[in-house]
């Protein structure tokens, strides 16, 4: 490969404006916490695998929106009718494979492989593309954001990307691309895999074709075989054949009759392609990059077929680009679509649309809300947009109306803001304020942290209404509603994110002046907003509490986040013992912790001894048993009490 990096300024253009964009935005994120960019919202591959999860079980995938659903579409297009032009202007993967390769060319440490190695190597990026699409398609969660190089790179190993194998697939980019020409785009990269499947599709629409024919014929044939056939088809006809099943309308085409073989066009090829020996560049990595065409001397020898019009693939991109952008401003589609109970037969059927429900933002979201709302008398059914955080659903009109929908979806919540003494004499007032903007459980968030900036608010509860009821707890005397009021009006507050201060904004509003609907002493206060835990096992049912005892130990740390998340494998790791029966959390005058047991099966200090285990013992559901380390910290003496 030639190492010059100017010869095709168009293409050169295109791929360092796409680079300098990530970075800008990496930037901005690294010095604006507030900001945060999507840097997948236009991603083919995501948007393809989405659409496989969305025609198999009716589902998009993670929180895959229009953008990128269209983008893939137009992917599929361009590959089949032109050629794997993303792949040769737009993948930041690619361009930073050949700049590297570039790079390294001129040390002559770059190497092109030929042969069985080359061909063997490639059905690596088959394999990895079967595994890809099955887990996506038929779980509806984007499966290579497991290892995804450039995810992980632009989220800095995100909590959807395995950090080795995050770590493993940049090494392959990186330390590839300095010895091997392309090693991730030829060998193991999932999309170079599925173009290649569109590219050779006078195999691959039959395949499909076939499939749809026994499905439609009663044969329920499961999606793997497809997935698994194009897969064969794909690695099959490029291992052993070097070139696809395709209909192009764009080659790069060599005129023997002026071409001199001088192998110009060879060295200028990233993929290391001999064009001068085809007559029509059928060769399976070709991406119409049109280097060869541009370093070309000789007056009609290579061209796009057979000119010198090198701007058309980047023509052709850029208007596949703007169409998909454009139909994905017109279409919509939904995250998640289920029906239940006896909707196809009710006569009376109607929904209602829910904006703005941040907590609705992928497709794992989408389902806790339909497992939600199946639960509920009545609801027949949910829709879900998860790329603009909207939902509809649908209902029995004749048992429900739209105000009771709204409050079973509705989730009331409490917000200990503030902590300090317990004695009687710290009286609370109670501060009612109608909110309009309160809906979600994110925008709860938001206005805790508004709240709690002031040291004499004490806690937040809401309810339903239309607008939300805020009840507001603060120090007697201290802040009055009006006070409150213009808290939270405010167009945006200040928050730390990462070691920075942010400025988040919001909308809320408030509907009157606010009243007071009475008083309350602190240590009620904490007793009433205290989240209790509460697990019943080991055939707890079956026991007559007059035959139980009671361990109780003081629990300061019972109402944190970290302290709840471990109870559950604190309560696996006493469950060992088949006496211990029971375990929650309550607040007398203080929080404790509660074991219930049978002493003829198990000792008070047996118990007791759990309490102080370096390591829980934790039971999964396959019969592995796991340890973790015990970080709950409990105070003061055991005691043990009789049940009641």
Known sequence: MKANFLHNKTKLVIQAALLVLI???????AFNKAHTTDFEAYCPFGGIMSLGSKLWMGTMSCAMSENQLFMGIMLVIGVILFGKLFCGYLCPIGTVTEWLNKL???FNISIVLKGKVDRILRLGKYVLLFFTAYFTITSSELWCKKFDPYFASVTGFGTDTVLWAGILTILVVVVGSVFIRFFWCKYVCPLSALSNIFTNILISAPIVIIYLIIRLIGWDMHIIWLILALCLSG?????????????????????????????LCAKACPQGIDVYEYDKVTHPDC???MDCVKECDEDESIGLNQSKKTWIPPVILGGLIILGVILANNFSFKTLTERWGNYETLQNVKSIELKDMRSVKCYGSSKSLYLKLRRIPGIVGVDTWASDHRVHIFYNADKLSDIDVKKAVFTPSKYILQKFGDTPSDLLEIFEIPVNGLWDVYDNYD???????????????TDFGEPVLAEIYVVKGSVTPAELIDIIEQKSYTRIIKGEEVEVKVDFSCEGKGRKLGEINYPDFRKDFFAAYNQEFN??????LADLKVLEIDFPDAESTLARRELRYFTSHVSEYDGVVRLQTVFTDRPVLRIY????QVSAEQVEAKLTSPKLKVFQSNGDIIERDNVLKFAGEVRINNAQ
């Open 287 to 289: 991406t119409l990059c």
């Open 597 to 600: 047991f049978d002493p003829k």
């Open 235 to 263: 690695a099959i006809t490029e291992i052993f054949r070097y070139k696809f099943y395709s209909i192009p309308l764009l080659r790069v085409t060599v005129n023997h009759d002026h071409c001199t073989s001088c192998g």
């Open 104 to 106: 390294f060319a001129r």
């Open 23 to 29: 970075i800008t935005l990496l930037v901005i994120g």
């Open 447 to 461: 206005l805790v942290r508004m709240l709690m900036k002031n040291p004499d608010i004490v806690g937040l509860k």
């Open 539 to 544: 055939n707890y049912q079956n026991y007559n």
